[in-house]
């Protein structure tokens, strides 16, 4: 543990997972896969119910009691959010359904309408598909190109011949903030740097950051920033997209509907003020609310104390990992989040992930949205072990024991 950061004392916590402690056929399940979607406290689905049971109305529109409830926890959840997060202000905070869609977002409603032939997108070999697809889409109907930032061979970025990348062509530079195959941290502040002296505007694709470790938007700079609440003990169902007010102010909406339109004619409507000219029709209010009671639990525990502990996990983890003869790990910068990427031995991924799922234990298998790095990597698929704040060093034990018995049983 570092410094006098308290430990996590992950086996009380877990008594706040009701899933940890469902009885599976295989016994307790061993939940490694948390990149994909992480479990939630009791606290997260309770507050969703008692919106459903208690104050179940809409927002921003009823004049009675319940629905005022309803637009003051949704609202409060905004304001808990822009704390988290370090940003200055709630006008700066959209919900969306998730990372994918706040990228849609920026991507319809900025790149669109910006964006001309020879305009440069610069994204890197590490994204997931949702930070790629979206450009390749606005590519097509602007005509602007789309480049890579290369990798190293230890999965970092290669920033070494930075000026080739960022040019006066660059308008666009879009980055993930922790990759969710190798772990590796990009250098995010040293990138927005590079694009804003570039003349681009940056987007950061935080869904594998902002669960495991403090960020600070307002000190990293970025002029959008998004990421998805089921990633951080939240529900499905609801994401946030950060942005700069003089470029949001700017941006034309993205989808037409109730609440976003301050007047509406025969002819024509005009917008509402941030953040709802980006919030139309009835937005996911349970799923927003549950947001909320996740990011307080988040903070009640402290994203210091949750890092640290992570850090000690994956150490673990990589440590038990390397110890299997014929284990490739993919991905080894010094800065790294709580996932491991690996392939043992000839067993594929899928066979291995259904060994391993005989023994209770759950761990992605595939290519994880993220086929450019596989191609980049020269192979099709991996098996992925990641972590967060509920699993221990007996789980990781376990999955040792259990790859090494799935290779015993493979041959291989
Ligand atoms: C780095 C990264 N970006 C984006 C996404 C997409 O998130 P969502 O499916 O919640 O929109 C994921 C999900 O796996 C991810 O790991």
């Known amino acids: 543990m570092t410094g006098m950061t308290p430990a996590i004392r992950a086996a009380k916590l877990r008594e706040d997972f009701p899933l940890l402690s469902s009885s599976q056929e295989q016994g307790p399940l061993i939940y490694l896969d948390s990149a994909a979607t992480t ?7 309770d507050a969703m119910v008692r919106y459903y049971t208690e104050y ?3 927002v921003h529109r009823g004049i009675y009691r319940i629905a005022e409830q309803a637009t003051a926890e949704y609202e409060n959840t905004r304001r808990e959010v822009a704390s988290f997060i370090g940003a200055e202000t709630t006008d700066s905070i959209i919900f969306t359904k998730g990372t994918t869609e706040s990228i849609n977002l920026v991507a319809y409603a900025w790149a669109r309408n910006t964006l001309k032939p020879g305009d440069e997108i610069l994204i890197t070999e590490m994204e997931h598909h949702s930070n790629i697809v979206p450009w390749q889409m606005v590519a097509k109907s602007t005509g602007a190109l789309i480049r890579y930032l290369p990798l190293n061979s230890d999965g970092t970025l290669d920033l070494n011949r930075s000026e080739q990348y960022f040019t006066p062509h660059t308008k666009l530079v879009a980055v993930i903030h922790q990759s969710n195959v190798l772990g ?8 927005v740097k590079l694009a804003h002296d570039a003349g681009a505007v940056i987007l950061v694709d935080g869904a594998q950051r902002v669960p495991h470790h403090s960020v600070n ?7 959008f920033y998004v990421f998805s609440g089921h990633k951080m003990l939240g529900p499905t ?15 034309e909406p993205f989808h037409g509907g109730g609440d976003m339109i301050r007047t509406v004619s025969m002819n024509a409507s005009t917008w509402n003020a941030l ?14 609310i549950g947001l909320g009671a996740a990011v307080k639990y988040l903070s009640d525990i402290g994203l210091d104390r949750i890092a640290a502990y992570e850090t000690q996990l994956t150490a673990y983890a990589l440590k038990t ?25 000839s067993v594929h991924p899928h066979d291995l992930s259904q060994l391993l799922d005989q023994d209770g234990i759950a761990v992605r298998a595939g290519h994880h949205c993220a086929q450019p790095i596989m191609t980049r990597l020269g192979i099709s ?7 967060y704040l509920y699993n221990t060093f007996e789980e990781i034990d376990l999955l040792g024991e259990s790859i090494r018995k799935a290779i015993t049983f493979m041959g291989g």
Do not use: H
Request: net charge negative; glycine share 12%; aromatic share 6%.
């Open 184 to 191: 590796t941290v990009n250098p995010v502040k040293e990138i």
């Open 39 to 45: 479990l939630k406290p009791r606290c997260v689905i």
């Open 321 to 345: 990992l390397r110890e299997i003869p014929d284990i490739e790990i993919y991905g080894d910068a010094r800065e790294r989040g709580a996932v491991i990427s690996f392939n043992a031995g």
């Open 56 to 58: 179940g109305g809409s």
């Open 381 to 387: 698929a991996t098996t992925r072990a990641s972590f």
């Open 275 to 288: 953040p709802y000219k980006f919030e139309a029709g009835t937005p996911p209010i349970a799923q927003v």
């Open 237 to 251: 169902g609801v994401g946030v997209l950060y942005g700069n007010l003089e470029i949001l102010d700017k941006m």
């Open 217 to 223: 938007v307002t000190d990293l700079g970025a002029d």
